[in-house]
């Protein structure tokens, strides 16, 4: 379904174009006639390529990239600032300078420039300079705000620029041309529209008609911002939901690990139970064994060698001590003899 309808741009009166002495004759596919010495634009065909500049920003929009609106002209300059504001994007409304695409990291320097200086006036360094200097500060600042305030926040080239007036704004269009930044303009019947990627053929004076054309690739650029939202919340959404999905597996195994756990530690408390009463039992019965069996056991040896103590070896000592005094009495008359009579026959 197309963004804009026939009606709407006749309307706004987009389809007048130059004066037939000053057109392009490269501009010839897109002029539908001519009346009264104007050239009269085919707005089917701009209804065409308005939907393809649109779906190029809306892309442009949805991967996170810049496009840089340009428009230096009296009747463009309020609206292309407010839009570009509307949808965050750098905009370029006052004399355009040089070197702003080739020359970017200069820019850039200028730009860091302006904040040095925000900064010195928020932390109070400002205040201690001289009255001439910060003056001159002042002044800096200001011109500085003037020229780049609206890109202070362009990090790095844009993916695109949008021109209202390629001829007035010649110089954007070199720039971009000479670093293959993809071009959206507005393109009236004097312009040539052959460096220009995506030409919107429409009347580029009319305030009218800048503001409807403008509205519809700011449109577009919103639905791309949103798009991209959209796939960003996805994205955390999905990204927690893998987290669950791999937190979960784990409180599950620690789950079956505890159980586990849990099991072995029951059989091993009734296996401690069980021994502990055996031991109980056998304790028990060592102590009265201990104390009925041995006390008798004793007492009966006690008995025992008490009487052999007693009785035997005083019967023993007796008779070999009446043996041996009988022994010593006989004996030791008659082994003289013997004695000597070996020890003479020894030496022969």
Request: charged share 35%.
């Amino acid at each position: 379904m197309p963004r804009t309808n026939f009606q709407d741009l006749l309307d706004a009166g987009v389809h007048f174009g130059h004066l037939k002495r000053k057109w392009n004759p490269k501009m010839a596919p897109y002029i539908f006639m001519e009346k009264n010495g104007i050239h009269i634009i085919d707005l089917h065909k701009t209804i065409v390529k308005i939907d393809q500049a649109a779906n190029v920003a809306k892309q442009f929009a949805k991967a996170g990239r810049k496009i840089l609106f340009v428009a230096t002209k009296k009747q463009a300059k309020d609206i292309v600032a407010e839009a570009a504001k509307s949808v965050n994007m750098p905009y370029v409304t006052e004399r355009w300078p040089g070197g702003m695409l080739t020359n970017f990291p200069t820019i850039r320097k200028a730009v860091k420039k302006m904040n040095t200086i925000d900064k010195m006036m928020s932390d109070g360094t400002f205040e201690t300079l001289a009255k001439r200097e910060r003056l001159q500060v002042t002044r800096q600042r200001a011109k500085l705000e003037k020229n780049l305030g609206s890109i202070a926040d362009l990090n790095r080239l844009p993916a695109a620029l949008f021109i209202v007036d390629i001829q007035k704004e010649v110089n954007a269009v070199r720039e971009a041309s000479r670093l293959n930044i993809p071009i959206i303009a507005m393109v009236d019947t004097c312009c040539d529209p052959t460096p220009i990627d995506y030409v919107i053929p429409a009347n580029d004076d009319a305030a009218k008609s800048i503001a409807l054309i403008i509205e519809v690739i700011c449109q577009a650029i919103n639905e791309g911002l949103e798009e991209r939202k959209l796939e960003k919340d996805k994205e955390i959404i999905v990204e927690s939901s893998e987290e669950k999905s791999e937190i979960l597996p784990v409180r599950r195994t620690r789950a079956r690990r505890q159980r586990v756990a849990d099991e072995d530690k029951t059989p091993a408390n009734k296996e401690e139970e069980t021994p502990a009463k055996e031991e109980k039992t056998p304790a028990k019965k060592e102590e009265a064994a201990v104390k009925e069996t041995p006390a008798k056991e004793e007492k009966t040896p006690a008995k025992e060698k008490a009487a052999a103590v007693e009785e035997v070896p005083v019967k023993e000592e007796k008779t070999p001590a009446k043996k041996e005094e009988a022994a010593v009495k006989e004996t030791p008359v008659k082994e003289e003899a013997p004695v000597s009579e070996t020890e003479d026959k020894q030496p022969e």
